[in-house]
C-alpha cells in the first residue's frame, strides 16, 4: 500500500490565497513552512507586497508572525512602503510604518517612499508622511538623487498642475524650504516654470518666491519665464512685476532687475 504524500506548496500558492483574500489558506500555506514568506510572483513583488495591494492587513500580519521582512527590496530597488506611497495606498502605508518599515530608503532610481507619493500628487499620503516625521522619520527636505531634488522641487515633475498647487501649499505650510536648488540650480519656481505649470507658479510667486534671483548661468526665473513663453505664466510674472514696483524700495527684495525694468 503506496501512501499518495501532496505536493508542497509553492510561491505560487502563496500569492494567489492572498490574491483571493483567502485567509485560512495563506496560514495554512505559511504553517506547513514549504514556502518562504517573501515568495516573489511574477513581477518581483514579494507576499507582503501582493497583500499590501491589496490592503489585507489580516495577511499582513500573517506574513509578519512567519519572518516577512518589511523592508526588503526588489529588483528595482522598491521596498513595500514605496510601492504603497507610488499608489496612494495611504493606510497601507501607515501599517507599513506601524511595523518598522524605514522611510528614507532609495530605489535605484535615487527616490524615496515621499518623492513617489509627490509624483503621483497622492496629497493625503504626503500629508500624514510630514505630520507624522518626528514619529516615523520622513524628511520634508530628503534629496532624490537623479536630480537632487526635495519634494517640493518635484511637484512640478509628474504631478498634474492641480495637484502640484495643493502639494506645494501642503509642504510649504509644513516649512519646505521655497529657495532649495536641485543638481541643475533649478528652484521649485525654476522648474515649474520649465514644466509649465502656471498654477504651481502663481503659488510661488504669491508666497514670495525672487523673480530675479540669477542663477549661475546669469538667468533669472523673469528671463526663463519669457523664453519659456507660456502666456499664464507671463501674465503671472508681468502682475509680480507690477506689485514690486508699487512697493516702497525699503520694502522690495535687493535683487537686481533685468535689463529695460525701471526701479522708481
Known amino acids: 500500500m503506496f501512501l499518495l504524500l501532496a505536493a508542497p506548496y509553492t510561491g505560487d500558492d502563496l500569492h494567489h490565497a492572498i490574491r483571493r483574500g483567502n485567509l485560512d489558506k495563506v496560514r495554512e500555506i505559511l504553517e506547513s513552512g514549504d514556502v518562504h514568506p517573501d515568495a516573489q510572483d511574477e513581477k518581483d513583488f514579494s507576499a507582503l507586497v501582493a497583500a499590501g495591494l491589496k490592503e489585507n492587513f489580516d495577511a499582513m500580519d500573517l506574513l509578519l508572525e512567519h519572518g516577512a521582512d518589511v523592508n526588503r527590496k526588489d529588483a528595482s530597488g522598491k521596498t513595500p512602503l514605496i510601492h504603497a506611497a507610488s499608489r496612494d495606498l495611504l493606510e497601507t502605508v501607515k501599517w507599513l510604518c506601524a511595523h518598522g518599515a524605514v522611510t528614507e530608503t532609495l530605489d535605484k532610481s535615487g527616490m524615496a517612499a515621499i518623492h513617489h507619493a509627490v509624483d503621483g500628487g497622492y496629497v493625503k499620503v504626503v500629508e500624514w508622511m510630514l505630520d507624522q516625521s518626528d514619529k516615523y522619520g520622513f ?35 509644513r516649512g519646505a524650504n521655497m529657495s532649495a536648488k536641485a543638481y541643475n540650480n533649478y528652484t521649485p519656481l525654476l522648474n515649474a516654470i520649465i514644466r509649465r505649470k502656471p498654477r504651481l507658479v502663481d503659488f510661488f510667486l504669491a508666497r514670495g518666491a525672487d523673480i530675479y534671483e540669477k542663477g549661475e548661468n546669469g538667468q533669472t526665473p523673469y528671463d526663463v519665464a519669457q523664453s519659456v513663453g507660456n502666456t499664464q505664466i507671463l501674465r503671472a510674472f508681468e502682475a509680480k512685476r507690477e506689485q514690486l514696483d508699487r512697493m516702497p524700495k525699503n520694502m522690495r527684495k535687493k535683487s537686481p532687475h533685468p535689463p529695460g525694468v525701471e526701479v522708481s
Open 139 to 173: 524628511d520634508i527636505e530628503q534629496v532624490e538623487t537623479s536630480g537632487g531634488m526635495t519634494p517640493l522641487n518635484r511637484c512640478a515633475n509628474m504631478t498634474p498642475d492641480s495637484k502640484a498647487y495643493e502639494l506645494a501649499a501642503s509642504l510649504q505650510l
